[in-house]
């Protein structure tokens, strides 16, 4: 498996925070822990897969969205 940046054991997080996204590398060993991004603190969840299959808090229901 080879990851997108080349280094094997590395992966990308990206920040929650809707204003700063960005994307950090983290290493294999940071799963599971929480590191603040390097721009806003804002602390990420290191979690072993990319963000956007599973645990969708809220659903894109339209009409009652504020
Ligand atoms: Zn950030």
């Known amino acids: 498996m080879t990851s997108a940046s080349g280094v094997p054991g590395v992966f ?8 700063c996204r960005k ?5 294999e060993h940071d799963r599971g822990m929480v590191v603040p991004c390097l721009l806003c603190k804002t602390p990420i969840r ?3 897969a990319p963000s956007g299959s599973s645990s969708t808090g809220r659903a894109p229901s ?5």
């Open 12 to 19: 990308a997080v990206q920040c929650p925070n809707p204003k």
């Open 62 to 66: 339209s009409g009652t969205a504020r």
């Open 46 to 48: 290191v979690g072993g």
């Open 23 to 27: 994307y950090m590398l983290v290493e």
